[in-house]
């Protein structure tokens, strides 16, 4: 009466959902195994010190970058100026340290904010190497012509010049900031 037909796959495509299972199966787990936390104490010791906890300060503040950057020269200025800011706030540099650094680049009124931020991207690596305390701190781009830092209008200017809004990070008593400017 009615014949079966066998059905016959001539690609892969029945086997490449299973194959996609596995590996989130496997990555999965992975995953899961790799979230295992463990604590030891240490032997003998009657007191230990807890690690720094820092928190982010809304307080930004602008640094323009010197012309003159480069891996070896400028960093200095830069420094001084996040130096400067510290005292200021009457916190000591160990217990404040650059957190988060937006850089914005200048472009010239033929081009869009595009063309800055692509300037602010290709400027991170030498920031990194002019200025040792932004090795290990979060940098984001943007283009820009002026922004507003903590409340102020601050000019970045036109094409080839940068303008860095840097946030601390600070370990002491709770922050008590205004943060909705």
């Known amino acids: ?6 059905r016959q796959s001539s690609s892969g495509e029945d086997g490449a959902g299973w194959i996609y299972a596995d590996l989130f199966l496997a990555l999965m ?4 195994g ?12 009657a007191s230990t010190t807890a690690p720094a906890t820092f928190q982010l300060s809304c307080a930004e503040f602008p ?10 020269n400028g960093g200095a200025q830069i420094e001084a100026a996040i130096t400067s800011e510290i005292s200021k706030r009457g ?8 957190g988060l650094v937006i850089v914005f680049g200048g472009f010239s009124g033929s081009e869009t904010a595009g063309a800055g931020d692509r300037r602010a991207q290709n400027l991170r690596a030498t920031l ?6 932004f090795q290990q701190v979060e940098m ?12 102020t209008s601050s000019d970045v200017g036109g094409a080839g010049s940068f303008l860095l809004v840097v ?6 008593p709770d922050l008590t900031e205004d943060c909705t400017r």
């Open 1 to 6: 009466m009615f014949r079966r037909r066998r």
């Open 29 to 32: 787990i992975v995953g899961l």
């Open 34 to 45: 790799s979230a295992v936390i463990t604590s030891s104490s240490p032997s003998g010791a």
């Open 63 to 72: 640094v323009r970058v010197p012309n003159n950057l480069s891996r070896t």
């Open 91 to 98: 916190w000591s540099g160990e217990s404040a340290k650059p």
């Open 128 to 133: 990194r190497a002019a200025v040792p305390p």
């Open 140 to 151: 984001r781009t943007g283009g820009a012509q002026n922004v507003t830092v903590n409340g």
């Open 167 to 172: 946030y601390l990070l600070f370990n002491g």
